[in-house]
């Protein structure tokens, strides 16, 4: 079972940046997938972009396409979220998801079997 920590979240005006961090433990030597998603208040779990194990394959949502950046290090099994230019619409609790069968193109949120707990990001002046 994959255990996944997120940090990073907090506030922070319209056209700033943050950077999240997901943290996985318990990995296998099977290759996980991760994705982060995001999920506003009243509003369902929406995909926000994925990366391979190897880092070679990403993918993003065409809402964040160019203002958000996914990377992982694998050293550290830690997968990270830039944000650049954040906007009021990007208020959510974003979520790091992971799945060894997932590909980085499966945004359905029921393709992805571990979460972790969530981080809470603002976009508010």
């Known amino acids: 079972q994959v255990q996944l920590v997120e940090s990073g979240g907090g506030l922070v005006p319209p056209g700033g940046s943050l950077r999240l961090s997901c943290a996985a433990s318990?990995?296998?030597?099977?290759?996980?997938?991760i994705a982060w998603f995001r999920q506003a208040p009243e509003k369902g779990r929406k995909f926000v972009a994925a990366i391979s194990w190897s880092g070679v394959s990403r993918n993003y949502a065409a809402s964040v396409n160019g203002r958000f950046t996914i990377s992982r290090d694998s050293a550290k099994n830690t997968v990270y979220l830039q944000m650049n230019n954040l906007k009021s619409e990007d208020t959510a609790v974003y979520y790091c998801?992971?799945?060894?069968?997932?590909?980085?193109?499966?945004?359905?949120?029921?393709?992805?079997?571990?979460w972790g707990q969530g981080t809470q990001v603002t976009v508010s002046s």
């Open positions: 998801a992971a799945d060894p069968t997932a590909q980085t193109t499966d945004v359905m949120p029921t393709s992805w079997s571990s």
């Open positions: 318990g990995l296998t030597f099977s290759p996980y997938n």
